[in-house]
T-cell receptor, first 118, second 117 residues
Framework: GAVVSQHPSRVICKSGTSVKIECRSL??????MFWYRQFPKQSLMLMAT?????????EQGVEKDKFLINHASLTLSTLTVTSAHPEDSSFYIC??????????????FGPGTRLTVL | AQKITQTQPGMFVQEKEAVTLDCTYD???????LFWYKQPSSGEMIFLIY??????QNATEGRYSLNFQKARKSANLVISASQLGDSAMYFC??????????????FGTGTRLTIIP
């Protein structure tokens, strides 16, 4: 199956700093990538949908200025948590859908990034 | 109203027994897809099985099968011959639409399955 990677897998940062998380489709081109957030013992909540070369579409209640998403190429999307605070500590997961030829019915998920803000 | 409802927060099952994880959904879109994912403690989301709203047959993938009852809007996951490695969180999810655009997945709250040796 298609492989999606995330980097870093775990990050600890001080309050007020910005953190960038990368999501890469390794063996396919992804026109659409999705960013999710998961608090402990809770479900995945979609934050935003990003399409290559265009602005991301954010879900209601998600601050676009705080969670900057860039989908600059068909294999890379980045999520930057700006001025992170302890309440931003969470598990961030990306997923990717293929441009063509890949099963349209499936999103391929990355392994996730655990962010801890001190 | 919740789009995806998983009513079992936790389940304990004896090894080698079959287990059914419940999922009901709510949508007015005639085109939709239903997914089950497994999330072990490491955190990655592992795709298990998919059922399209127009599929006539229930989906099966190895030990996983999806009991799709369209009129009741339920899509229960059945795991046959459970194994210790099946212990994980299981999420049911729905995509509304035909899946050719940016249709998002909506997840249920999950069921934590524990297999007892």
């Amino acid at each position: 199956g298609a492989v999606v990677s995330q980097h870093p897998s775990r990050v600890i940062c001080k309050s007020g700093t910005s953190v960038k998380i990368e999501c890469r489709s390794l063996d396919f081109q992804a026109t659409t990538m999705f960013w999710y957030r998961q608090f402990p013992k809770q479900s995945l909540m979609l934050m935003a949908t990003s399409n290559e070369g265009s602005k991301a579409t954010y879900e209601q209640g998600v601050e676009k200025d705080k969670f900057l998403i860039n989908h600059a190429s068909l294999t890379l999307s980045t999520l930057t948590v700006t001025s992170a605070h302890p309440e931003d500590s969470s598990f961030y997961i990306c997923s990717a859908r293929g441009a063509s030829g890949v099963n349209y019915n499936e999103q391929f998920f990355g392994p996730g990034t655990r962010l801890t803000v001190l | 109203a919740q789009k995806i409802t998983q009513t079992q927060p936790g389940m304990f099952v004896q090894e080698k027994e079959a287990v059914t994880l419940d999922c009901t959904y709510d949508t007015s879109d005639p085109s939709y897809g239903l997914f089950w994912y497994k999330q072990p403690s490491s955190g990655e989301m592992i795709f298990l099985i998919y059922q399209g709203s127009y599929d006539q047959q229930n989906a099966t993938e190895g030990r996983y099968s999806l009991n799709f009852q369209k009129a009741r809007k339920s899509a229960n996951l059945v795991i046959s011959a459970s194994q210790l490695g099946d212990s994980a969180m299981y999420f049911c999810a729905m995509r509304e639409g035909r899946g050719f655009g940016n249709e998002k997945l909506t997840f249920g709250t999950g069921t934590r399955l524990t297999i007892i040796p």
